[in-house]
């Protein structure tokens, strides 16, 4: 399951975020997956909380915004959507394509609620 590997540096660059906007409580970390990338959205959630325990994060929740496979035909220059597992153009079936979309992974939000001291 690679997706720990990927959540733990997830996890660092949000308590690393969270630490410049102290005191706040962490609502929710976005992060936009690529579908090259294969992660199962159940695998991101577990590890990303068992991976928070413990942590300002703890009881944040993780959302994840995925981007499609998209390619463009070097021969045609269709530019469009993957679909299937079959990597050919969408108009001409040439499997000269250059992908370029889908690859995608980072973090690409945090939502925080400002703590009032008391």
């Known amino acids: ?48 909380e068992v991976l928070t325990k413990d942590t300002p994060a703890a009881g944040s929740r993780l959302s994840v915004r995925r981007m499609p496979i998209t390619a463009e035909c070097r021969q045609c220059r269709w ?3 993957i679909k299937g597992t079959l990597f050919a153009c969408g108009r001409c079936q040439a499997g000269d394509i250059e992908i370029t979309g889908g690859k995608e992974l980072y973090l690409d939000s945090i939502e925080v609620e400002k703590e009032c001291p008391s």
């Open 79 to 81: 530019r469009g959507k």
């Open 1 to 48: 399951m690679h997706e720990f590997s990927i959540v733990q540096t997830i996890v660092q660059a949000v308590l690393a975020e969270l630490k410049k906007v102290q005191p706040s409580r962490l609502v929710r970390a976005r992060i936009v997956a690529g579908e090259l990338h294969q992660l199962v959205n159940a695998n991101l959630t577990f590890a990303y």
